[in-house]
C-alpha cells in the first residue's frame, strides 16, 4: 500500500512540474535555433552592437574556441596518465604492483613541480608570440649563441615559477597544455625500469625530468630553438617538424628509457646464463588493455589538440589520421606475431603495435594524407615487434613494457615518415619559412634531411644527459637499483610500505623465474 | 572409514561430482593443487614473443571420509570417469580413519558422517 502511495505521489509531482514548465515556454528555446542573437554582443547600446564592437567580439570568439580547445585537449592528455599507469602496472608482476603504480602516480606530481619551476621557462620562455591563443609576446627572451653567423637558440629564460610578466590568460593555457606532454614523456622511463627503481631515485628523476631534461629539447623544436631555425637559417625545409611530439615527447621518453634501462640493469631472472630470455609475464593483461584504450582516447586530445587551435579546421583529418594509424598498428602487431613469430595473435603485442602507431603517427599526423598514415601505422606495428626482440634478444636490454621500442623507436620513425610522406597540403609559413610542409616522396628531399638531423640530435642529446642524470642521481641514492632480496619478494614492502593487493595470497617467488 | 583422496583433471571435475552424487556420495571437499611431474606444457605458453614451457601441472584434489562399504563404489566411481587413457590422468589413495567426529553434535564414528 505504500508503495502505491509513494508511486501517486512521484506521478503528481512530475505532472505538475510539467505544467508549471508548460507555462513559460514562451522564453525557452528547446529547439536552440533562437538561443544566440544579437543580444549576446556585448555593446555600449544593448542590441545595437558598432562594427568594432562586432569585431571584437569575433576575435574574442576566436581566441575562446581556441583556448576551449587547447583546454579541453589538454585535460584529454592529462587522463593519458591512467592510461600509462595500467599499462605499465598490468605488463609487470602482481608483487610489484604498488610501487609501479606509485611511480605513475607520482611522476605526474613530481614532473608538474619541475615544469612549473623551470620546465616551462626553459621550453617556451622564448617562443615569442602566441599565435592561436591571442598574440601575447611576454615569452620573448630566448638565450642563443652565435655560430657560422647564425643565431642558435638554445633555452629560454622567462615564465619561471609562471611569474615575471607572464600572469595572462594564454600563457596559463599554454602552461596546462604543454605540461601534461611534458607528463607523457616523464612517465615512459618507468615502464622500461619498472621492478626494479629505487622509488627515492624516481622521484629525484621525476623533478629533473619536467624541469630540465624535457623542457631543452623542446625548446630546440617547439620553442623558437635552432631545430626549429634550420629551415630558415638553412633552407633544410621548414626545419624540424614534429606536430604533436613523435620526437620532443615519445623519443625523448623512448631514449631516457633506453639509457635508464641500460643502466639500471636487467631483472633478476629475465636472462640465462647463455643469454636467451625468460618471460616475465605480467600479472593483469586486462588492466594493461583498458590502459590501452585510455592512451588511445587521450590521443585525440594529444594529436589534434597539437594545432592549439580549434578554429584550425585541419583537426579533423588529424583526428582521422590518427585512429587509422592505431588501427593499422595493432593489425599489422596482431597479423605479424600470429603469422611470423609465435603463431599466436599476442595481446600485449597487438597493444604495442596500436601505441607504436599512434606514436608513429604523432609527429605526420597534420602533414600526411590518410593512406600515407595507414602504411606509417602498418610499419610501426611491425617495427615495434623487431626492436622489442632486437633489444630484448641481441642487446640484452630488459624492458618489461616495451617502452623502447613503442616510445623511442617509433618515434624516430614517426619523425623521419613526416620527412618522407608529408604531401604540401598544411602547414603553409611553418617555422617561418613560406609554403606548405613536403616530404621527400613529393619533391622536397631537404625537409627528410632535417627530420633526420631532428633524430640525431635526439638521440645524442637524449642519452648524454641522461646518462649523466641518472648517474648524479645513483649517487645521492646509492644506486639506483633496489636490494635483490626486494626484488625477489617484491617491491611493494620494502619500498613502499604496503602491497599492491592486501589479503591476496600470491607465490611471489614463482613470479621470477630460475635463470638457468 | 576410508579416506579417498583423489588427484584429477581439472577438466574432469564436473563429470566426478555428477558420478558420485549418482552413487550417494554427496559430501566432500576438493582444493586445487599444483603439482610437479613427467607432463610438461611445451610450446603451450607465449608472452611477448618468448615461447616457454611450464612444469606446473594444475589438479583438483578430492578429499572424501566414507564409510567401509561405501569405499569401493566411491573408488569405482571416479576410476570410470576421471580417466581420458592419456598420461596425466591422476591418482586415488585410500587410507583407513581411526576415528572421526561431527563438531555439532558430537557424534562419533560412521554416525558422523555425511555420506550414508
Known sequence: MRKFVLILLMVITVSVANFAYAGTTKLADPSGTSTGNVNDITAVTPGKPTQSEIADQVGHNKVAINMVWVLVTGFLVMFMQAGFALVETGLTRAKNANHTMAMNFMVYALGMIGFFI??????????????????????????????????????????????????????????????VFMDTTATIPTGSMAERWKFSSFAIYGIIVGGLIYPIFGNWVWGGGWLSQLGSMFGLGHGVVDFAGSAVVHMTGGVLALVGAIMIGPRVGKYNKNGTPN???????????????????????????????????????????TMIASATGAFASMIYMWWFKTKKPDPTMMMNGM???????????????????????????????????????????????GAISVHGV????????????????????????????????????????????GVITNIIYVAAIGWVVFKIIGFFTHGMRVKVDAELGGLDVPEMGIEGYSGVKMDKNSETPLAR | MKKIEAIIRTSKFEEVKDALRQVGIDFFSYSDVTGVGNEIRKGELSYRGTV????????????????????????DAILKTARTGVIGDGKIFVSSIEESYRIRTGEEGDDSLYNK
Open chain 2, 52 to 75: 616457454y614451457d611450464t612444469s606446473y601441472i594444475p589438479r583438483q584434489l578430492l578429499t572424501i571420509v566414507v564409510r567401509d562399504i561405501n569405499a569401493k563404489k566411491t573408488v
Open chain 1, 355 to 401: 601505441l607504436a602507431g599512434l606514436v608513429a603517427i604523432t609527429a605526420p599526423c597534420a602533414f600526411v594524407n590518410v593512406l600515407s598514415a595507414a602504411l606509417i601505422g602498418l610499419v610501426a606495428g611491425v617495427l615495434v615487434i623487431e626492436a622489442s626482440f632486437f633489444f630484448e634478444r641481441k642487446l640484452k636490454i630488459d624492458d618489461p613494457v
Open chain 1, 118 to 179: 623551470s620546465g616551462f621557462a626553459i621550453m617556451f620562455g622564448g617562443i615569442g608570440s602566441l599565435g592561436t591563443l591571442g598574440g601575447f609576446g611576454g615569452l620573448s627572451h630566448e638565450f642563443a649563441i652565435n655560430l657560422f653567423g647564425h643565431t642558435f637558440g638554445l633555452f629560454g629564460t622567462t615564465g619561471f615559477f609562471l611569474s615575471g610578466g607572464t600572469y595572462d590568460v594564454a600563457v596559463f593555457a599554454l602552461f596546462l597544455f604543454e605540461m
Open chain 1, 410 to 453: 617509433n618515434g624516430a620513425w614517426g619523425v623521419l615518415s613526416l620527412g618522407l610522406f608529408a604531401d604540401g597540403s598544411y602547414g603553409n609559413g611553418w617555422n617561418g619559412v613560406k609554403g606548405t610542409v613536403t616530404g621527400l616522396f613529393y619533391g622536397d628531399a631537404s625537409q627528410f634531411f632535417a627530420q633526420l638531423i
Open chain 1, 279 to 321: 618471460a616475465i609475464p605480467g600479472h593483469n593483461i586486462p588492466l594493461a588493455i583498458v590502459g590501452c584504450f585510455i592512451l588511445a582516447f587521450g590521443w585525440f586530445g594529444f594529436n589534434s589538440g597539437s594545432s592549439l587551435a580549434g578554429g584550425d579546421l585541419r583537426i579533423s583529418v588529424v583526428a582521422v589520421n
